[in-house]
């Protein structure tokens, strides 16, 4: 059983920056991608950004220059750092890990979130 675990949220001000982890943990063969979408009140989840195995990433344009994701321990552990946070920021960050088993069975394993909120 594979899961992943975000940490880091909370309240900063505008103009602040935060860093959020995620941690993926149980019998993992491969992880083939890891990313992080938000969801903020009343729409749609969205995505943030996105990062292979193999190092290439994926972000949404209105972040691009903002927001950087990376990943540490051969790729088990992904970050997400915010600088320059806009009260349009705030939303529950989600995590999530595409997962190759041994039998090459793929699957996506989705944190539980963690809240980010801009505010003055």
């Known amino acids: 059983q594979v899961q992943v675990v975000e940490s880091g949220g909370g309240l900063v001000q505008p103009g602040g920056s935060l860093r959020l982890s995620c941690a993926a943990s149980?019998?993992?063969?491969?992880?083939?991608?890891m990313g992080w979408y938000r969801q903020a009140p009343g729409k749609e989840r969205e995505l943030v950004a996105t990062?292979?195995?193999?190092?290439?990433?994926t972000y949404a344009d209105s972040l691009k220059g903002r927001f950087t994701i990376s990943t540490y321990n051969a790729g088990n552990t992904l970050y997400l750092k915010m600088n320059s946070l806009k009260p349009e920021d705030t939303a529950v960050y989600y995590c999530?890990?595409?997962?190759?088993?041994?039998?090459?069975?793929?699957?996506?394993?989705w944190g539980q979130g963690t809240q980010v909120t801009v505010s003055s």
């Open positions: 999530n890990a595409d997962i190759e088993r041994s039998d090459h069975f793929l699957y996506t394993v």
């Open positions: 149980g019998s993992i063969f491969r992880i083939n991608a």
């Open positions: 990062v292979t195995s193999g190092g290439a990433t």
